[in-house]
């Protein structure tokens, strides 16, 4: 999960189970906390066969990727610059998802 607001700690990415019987969150995990990449995230998806989270961020307006290590239960940064970089289409993103392949 993640979320973004004026506050520095709520544009990290998080981690969590979440019991579907009791509605309970455990397990919480800061999963990424660099601002600088993420900042303000708009929308994520995550592609269950390959592990690979893409993160929309509304301030720079550009499209990350990450690698999720289900073990450790963190993110790591694919590539040294954004996945899809800025531009007209990554403005204001609000929904992502995978395609099935």
């Not at 969590?16 to 009791?22: A, C, F, L, S």
């Amino acid at each position: 999960m993640s979320y973004g607001s004026l506050t520095t700690a709520s544009n990290f990415i998080y981690s969590y189970d979440i019991d579907e019987t009791t509605n309970a969150i455990s397990n919480v995990t800061s999963a990424y906390l660099n601002t600088g990449i993420v900042n303000g995230p708009t929308a994520m998806a995550e592609d269950p066969v390959t592990n690979e989270v893409y993160v929309a961020t509304g301030k720079f307006n550009a499209i990350e990727k990450f690698i999720y290590d289900r073990t450790t239960r963190l993110l790591s940064l694919v590539g040294s610059s954004s996945f899809i970089q800025p531009n007209i289409n990554t403005r204001c993103v609000t929904a992502m998802k995978v395609a099935p392949r």
